[in-house]
């Protein structure tokens, strides 16, 4: 950034963050799994300006949830879920410094104490999560058309497992419902999704 150029004591301090074509970046977090009652926590990083002071500016976010921005361009979402946020929740945050901003969705996974397996989002566009508590740490996942084909095999070892809507093959599957089989320490659940 050139601020008065000067021969004798120079152009001022180079910005990479806007030489690189952009000003203000809220740097993306993970999706977050807690179980009903926990309490949390989520920390925000920017990547700001030199010099420019990082406002941030949260919205959407549950009553339950208190949002505290530090004022060096990190922020802190604390909070304690309870059963009515039960799922997948998309949340957003805001910020901005030295007229330029950047917004984050970010995603929450409240699963309650008896739920074995949560699925989401549903309906999907490009990738499912599924997410599954069980005592052996492993389970088996099939999913199938609506035409009763089974398109999709896998025993997942982390109790996280996203699936890309693709078949055994590789390839991406077609647009419309599916019905996914999730079997571990002797429970067998089908659940529907809709791929767009």
Known sequence: RYFSPHNQYGHGVPDGLLAAGFGLKILPESLLTV???EDGLIDFDVLAP???????????????AIFVDNGDGTAQLTYTWDPSLIGLKRY??????????????FTINTIGADEIIQF?????TDSLMVIAQTTS????????????????????????FIWKG???????????????RFSADGIDERVKVFKL
Request: glycine share 14%; aromatic share 12%; hydrophobic share 40%.
């Open 166 to 180: 693709i078949n055994q093959d590789g390839q991406k599957v077609a647009s419309g419902v599916y019905l996914i």
């Open 50 to 64: 030199v010099g420019q002071t990082v406002i941030f500016n949260p919205y959407d976010l549950p009553s339950s």
């Open 120 to 124: 989401g989002p549903n309906p999907f």
């Open 35 to 37: 179980l009903v009652g």
């Open 137 to 160: 740490g492993g389970y088996k996942l099939e999913i199938f058309s609506l035409s009763g084909e089974m398109v999709f095999r896998a025993f997942p070892s982390s109790s996280r």
């Open 92 to 105: 957003h945050i805001a910020a901005s410094a030295g007229g330029f901003s950047d917004s984050l969705e």
